[in-house]
């Protein structure tokens, strides 16, 4: 694929956003143009390259293979051009943009940040926290903390922490029953969250196959950082992540009852759009993170 000397830059930025959203609407929302016009610029691009971009489907658009090839190049080229122009006029960092699920962004991130802020003080930080996952296109984050298993079309990511669980409550909660001996005296409790999956895998791998929590109350709290809350306050036994609760084990807040960890393979990782991974900000960001968590820089 050539370009000529003479290519449509316009139709490229149209293109880009297209190929973004999947969409020549939203393409358009954002760029302030009618469809008719980004139709039009999609089909002069096409036109300067000889090879069509996109199969028009009714109410629906597919990149061919020449946009697949196309696009991701595009994105970078135009986030490139995007830093260059920051860098020549000098402007100073604004503000990083930071998505996080709430238990990490209480249990750890809040309680760090201040240090990134001080090797960094031109680069403000805001931070939103929900436990959905979010779509870079649609919203202003510059990257996102999240769990799952590091693969999302788009994104880079790299691994911060493997996640694992176990019960935890109260040293008061569990002398009411005469102490926690084994993994079925937890079921003589109130168990947070009972519908959680993690705590059928917890209680087979326990050697507790069926543990009967179907019959059980469900509870759903939203963030494992409430269920710890409710944890800490004596309401019941929940399944937690223990490094998120080092101080509240250490000072017997909380217990661990058994050693038993148990994993989902869904862990924490940060993510960010591939096309803006030479961002300053995103990579300082980025490089602190890592550091901070002792994993390998790129």
């Not at 358009?28 to 971009?53: C, D, F, R």
């Not at 991130?109 to 931070?127: C, T």
């Not at 944890?231 to 937690?240: D, K, R, T």
């Not at 961002?279 to 960001?285: D, G, H, K, S, V």
Request: hydrophobic share 40%.
């Amino acid at each position: 694929m050539k370009l000529s000397m003479r290519f449509p830059l316009n139709a490229l930025r149209v293109f880009e956003a297209a190929a973004r959203h999947g969409s020549f609407t939203r393409a358009g929302e954002e760029l302030g143009m009618t469809q008719t016009a980004v139709s039009y610029q999609i089909k002069l691009l096409e036109e300067t390259l000889g090879e069509p971009l996109f199969l028009r489907r009714p109410r629906q658009i597919l990149l061919t293979k020449a946009g697949e090839q196309l696009a991701p190049k595009v994105s970078e080229a135009f986030a490139m051009l995007q830093e260059a122009m920051t860098s020549i006029r000098g402007e100073v960092e604004t503000t990083l943009c930071i998505h996080s699920t709430p238990t990490f962004a209480s249990q750890w991130l809040a309680r760090h940040l201040g240090s990134f802020q001080l090797k960094h003080p031109n680069i403000a930080v805001r931070l939103d926290t929900s436990g959905s996952i979010i779509d870079f296109a649609r919203e202003s984050a510059d990257i996102a903390i999240r769990t799952g298993r590091g693969q999302w079309p788009g994104l880079r990511s790299h691994l911060l922490m493997k996640v694992y669980f176990t019960p935890m409550l109260s040293p008061a909660l569990a002398e009411s029953i005469g102490g926690i001996h084994e993994p079925a005296d937890l079921l003589k409790l109130r168990i947070i969250d009972a519908g959680d999956p993690w705590w059928a895998q917890w209680f087979q791998e326990a050697g507790v196959p069926d543990p009967g929590l179907q019959g059980r109350p469900r509870s759903r709290l939203g963030a494992q950082s409430f269920e710890a809350s409710a944890a800490l306050a004596g309401q019941g036994v929940a399944i937690l992540t223990p490094e998120f609760y080092a101080d509240d084990l250490a000072s017997g807040r909380l217990i661990q009852p058994f050693d038993i960890l148990s994993s989902d393979n869904t862990d924490y990782w940060i993510a960010y759009p591939e096309n803006r991974r030479h961002t300053p900000r995103i990579r300082a960001f980025r490089d602190w993170l890592l550091c901070e968590f002792g994993m390998p820089l790129e």
